[in-house]
């Protein structure tokens, strides 16, 4: 008999169209959309050559502006691994039609041996350009210092014959030496729009909820006919409603499967590298969506189009706080009001994924599995005391 | 009188969607509204670095954490390393500076010492590696001349106090004219999810098969009933845009009573015709009432995350932005993009303004003529 049930319960489910389309095809068609749409995004936050041009006007080809005039061809030359301009060297009238025609980000004129820089808005190139043009003349007072303290030396200790050439030549090179260690060590996966798809896992955990809620609503005497036969069927409801629940988790796990194979293959989605983990997330992710999805259908007692709504609400409101339509909403609560992200499945789900992918240590997965499970049982707990013993009357 | 006051019951059972996509148009709207000072004046952009100092600030390491702060947004964040891990993830922090232990002395001893980062590798985080980086160059090559802790601060700080003359040429309020487009763009998603939902939805009701049976049996002449369905429906899209348009002026204020704000306006009233258009074609097309929140969904999630109503146009990537010329979301979302551009007001500067809005009014007329196309098959079918 469980057998028997668990077959027709599952064919129930995949014949149901608008089911299927919600839980299997839907997430994918996020998810594309998703990755069309921010495929793009890490990589135009990455620092781009800047455009802008110098006025060729007489002061440039001047002597005391030739450190400048060198800078900027460094800067700009296509060899350069740190390369930063792309410069072009026009009149003024051109300068200024190239800013107007967003062309340019600023332009760079030097007038009576002072430089100034002309930009159109506030903005990270234009604060770029006028910082590197402030670096090439802090570097020429740098060298004007060094030159004068060695010559005062020089002169201090005696010396009468002193060098001009060749203190300029130290000084020059002193200045020009690259004296920065850096180290980085931030960690390599940094890419924040993963948090999107491992929201989009998460809702389609929960959205699962919605077949096991069907399933239940199936074998619920008040639903509908289907129920009122079901409930007078002499089986124990015990092995109904398990074997109507396995059929709707083992469906849910076939869409999470899809959805995953797509992600990975085709998206190019970082799920981290631990499979075990990965796996275990998603049956105890699963697991808190079908018990989500038994909690509303046994406990809200109304008709299944309010049971659905309130099934969907909870889980898009859910996904909203754990970053699906923000990715900094969630760091938001997270920060803030953490007590809500804690009690929310779909920001355990999220964070649980987050975690394996950005973190070296398991405490924090854990927590989230721990937390999954604690959910999931406190949901179907409550769920099995209400689906006991009902009887009818007349109904 | 009886179409519209059933139009109006079936309306009142759909007001839960209305009332859904508005929350979440102001909802985001809001979000996207934090108060930034508007300025012709020259502000730098400023990065968002943390310092994690591990020696004692006094003396240089005191002035390069003063040097790094004033050049750089202060974040507040718990000083617990996976409280400053989430923070650089979720770019809250663009860049963080370990300043190692004994780096003072090491320093006034002529030597070079390693500082370890973290970075989110983006445009704020190579410019705030810019800003140590001349830092710290500046002070090691002083630092092999002067002995004197003092005199090197003061030295460090003459050059770094070495600046250049700036000027802004545009007076535009690009700050507040962005918020504009960000609203009206993301707009664009609810005109087309709420207008086409509850259109299709009302639609649907009316043509249920037992319905239309009775409708068609009335006294009533059908063009009369289909006109006045028409003009409802109509009256629906309206009153949307107006109270969206409202709304906008909430949210974005003064930047609205300019010649850019009527464009917004302009562009969206057209845009909601369009929507208005979709919505018959598809509740021709479909009478399922679940399908068609499927159909709905796909369609405005689609236009929304392809054309840049979510995500800013110039972060999408060009094969996408190609495939989006065949949706009318991305011809009204051009529009909002140029405003936030123009300066000047004339034939020449607008012509693509007038071009976009163009495309959408084909759209609308295609869509009308596929629409009736369609119910004309079915009528001779029923």
Not at chain 1, 351 to 376: K, P
């Amino acid at each position: 008999m469980f057998i028997h049930n668990f077959k027709y319960a599952f064919k129930t489910l995949f014949r149901n169209k608008m089911l299927i389309f919600w839980t299997f095809a839907f997430p994918i068609i996020l998810g594309t959309f998703f990755n069309l749409a921010f495929s793009n995004i890490e990589n135009s936050e990455k620092l781009d050559i800047i455009n802008i041009a110098i006025i060729d006007n007489e002061d440039l080809k001047l002597d005391e502006n030739k450190g400048i005039k060198e800078a900027f061809e460094q800067l700009s030359d296509e060899q350069n691994e740190d390369r930063l301009f792309y410069t072009q060297y026009v009149s003024e009238e051109k300068a200024k039609e190239l800013l107007e025609n967003d062309e340019i980000s600023g332009y760079l004129i030097i007038e009576e041996n002072k430089p100034k820089t002309v930009i159109k808005t506030n903005g990270i190139n234009e604060t770029i350009l006028k910082y590197v043009t402030e670096q090439i003349m802090q570097t020429t007072k740098i060298v004007e210092d060094l030159a004068t303290e060695k010559i005062t030396k020089e002169i201090q200790s005696g010396n009468i014959k002193i060098d001009y050439q060749k203190i300029y030549q130290d000084v020059l090179d002193i200045a020009s030496q690259d004296n920065v260690k850096i180290k980085n060590i931030s960690n390599t996966n940094l890419s924040y729009t993963m948090i999107e798809f491992y929201t989009l896992i998460a809702m389609t955990c929960l959205y699962g909820g919605i077949l096991g809620m069907t399933s239940i609503n199936n074998s619920l005497a008040n639903m509908g006919e289907v129920g009122k036969r079901t409930s007078v069927a002499p089986i124990s409801k015990g092995k109904v409603i398990i074997s109507s629940l396995l059929a709707s988790y083992i469906t849910q796990l076939i869409g999470l499967a899809i959805l995953f194979a797509y992600t990975i293959f085709a998206l190019k989605i970082d799920y981290g590298t631990n499979l075990p983990l990965i796996i275990l997330l998603s049956l105890t992710g699963s697991l808190a969506g079908l018990s989500l999805g038994i909690a509303v259908a046994t406990l809200v007692k109304s008709n299944e189009n309010v049971k659905t709504g309130i099934l969907i609400a909870v889980t898009m409101f859910g996904c909203f706080l754990s970053g699906m339509m923000g990715i900094t909403m969630k760091y938001i609560v997270d920060k803030n009001i953490p007590i809500v992200n804690k009690l929310n499945p779909a920001s355990m789900i999220t964070d649980g994924f987050y975690s394996l992918y950005y973190y070296d240590t398991f405490d924090r997965y854990f927590f989230n599995i721990a937390s999954l499970l604690i959910f999931s049982g406190i949901l179907i707990l409550i769920s099995v005391r209400g689906l006991r013993r009902q009887k009818y009357d007349s109904i | 009188m009886t179409v519209f006051k059933t139009f109006l019951k079936v309306l009142n059972k759909c007001k839960f969607v209305i009332i859904l996509y508005t929350v979440i148009l102001l909802t985001f709207g809001a979000f996207n509204m934090t108060t930034s000072e508007n300025s012709t004046n020259f502000v730098a952009s400023k990065p968002d670095v943390l310092i994690i100092n591990n020696d004692e600030n006094v003396g240089v390491t005191k002035n390069l954490v003063e040097y790094i702060t004033n050049n750089s947004n202060n974040v507040d964040v718990k000083n617990n390393e996976d409280a400053i891990n989430d923070a650089l993830f979720y770019r809250e922090i663009n860049y963080i500076i370990y300043i190692p232990q004994n780096y003072r002395q090491d320093i006034l001893d002529g030597k070079n010492p390693e500082i370890e980062i973290k970075s989110t590798g983006d445009y704020q985080a190579s410019y705030a590696e810019m800003l140590l980086s001349r830092y710290i160059n500046i002070e090691v090559i002083y630092a092999k001349e002067i002995k004197d802790e003092d005199k090197l601060i003061e030295k460090i700080n003459n050059t770094l106090a070495e600046q250049t003359e700036i000027e802004i040429t545009s007076k535009l309020d690009t700050d507040s004219l962005s918020k504009a487009t960000f609203y009206y763009n993301f707009a664009s998603y609810s005109i087309l999810a709420g207008a086409i939902y509850v259109i299709c939805l009302i639609l649907s009701s009316f043509n249920e098969t037992k319905i239309r049976k009775r409708t068609i049996i009335s006294s009533m002449n059908y063009k009369k009933h289909n006109r006045i369905l028409l003009i409802s429906n109509a009256l629906l899209a309206i009153a949307l845009w107006i109270f969206y348009v409202i709304i906008s002026f909430i949210i974005v204020g003064k930047t609205m009573f300019s010649i850019q704000g009527v464009i917004y306006i302009v562009n969206s009233f057209i845009f909601t015709i369009c929507a208005l258009t979709i919505a018959f074609l598809i509740a021709n097309l479909v009478n399922n009432k679940n399908a068609i929140n499927g159909i709905v969904n796909v369609i405005a999630l689609g236009s929304s995350f392809l054309c840049g109503a979510f995500v800013p146009v110039e972060w999408l990537p060009a094969s996408v932005l190609k495939v989006a010329h065949i949706l009318p979301t991305y011809w009204y979302i051009q529009t909002n993009e140029l405003m936030k551009t123009i300066e000047k007001f004339d034939i020449e500067s607008l012509k693509p303004v007038f071009i976009n809005m163009g495309v959408i009014a084909l759209f609308t007329i295609i869509f009308v003529i596929i629409t009736n196309i369609i119910s004309k098959r079915k009528r001779k079918i029923a």
